[in-house]
């Protein structure tokens, strides 16, 4: 079973950047998909990036389409999100993810803690 471990938020001005860190333990990270969701106060969760096993694929939310990038290392058992551009709507705990076979869904199998964004204007 996977571990995960998120790490890089913080308080930023709208319209600048963070790159959020997540880095795995405990199992064959290429067996992974991984992804990015968030969850804002008094909101649901919802999907924000998804990278396939070897990083050939990505995908994103429509609200972060241009702005979010999501990267792997598989040498590092690393998932990265530089994120630009940021807005005020950005805040809300972001959380790393990982599942063996979805990759675009609301829901994955492994779960990090979170790690708090808040963009202020």
């Known amino acids: 079973q996977v571990q995960l471990v998120e790490s890089g938020g913080g308080l930023v001005q709208a319209g600048g950047s963070l790159r959020l860190s997540c880095v795995a333990s405990?199992?064959?990270?290429?067996?992974?998909?991984m992804g990015w969701f968030r969850q804002a106060p008094g909101k649901e969760r919802e999907f924000v990036a998804a990278?396939?096993?070897?990083?050939?694929?990505?995908y994103y939310a429509d609200s972060v389409k241009g702005r979010f990038a999501i990267a792997r290392n598989n040498d590092q058992n690393m998932v990265y999100l530089q994120m630009n551009s940021l807005k005020p709507e950005d805040t809300a705990v972001y959380y790393c993810?990982?599942?063996?076979?979805?990759?675009?869904?609301?829901?994955?199998?492994?779960w990090g803690q979170g790690t708090q964004v808040t963009v202020h204007s």
């Open positions: 993810a990982a599942d063996e076979t979805r990759l675009v869904a609301s829901t994955y199998d492994y």
């Open positions: 405990g199992g064959t990270f290429t067996h992974y998909a």
């Open positions: 990278t396939s096993w070897n990083g050939g694929s990505a």
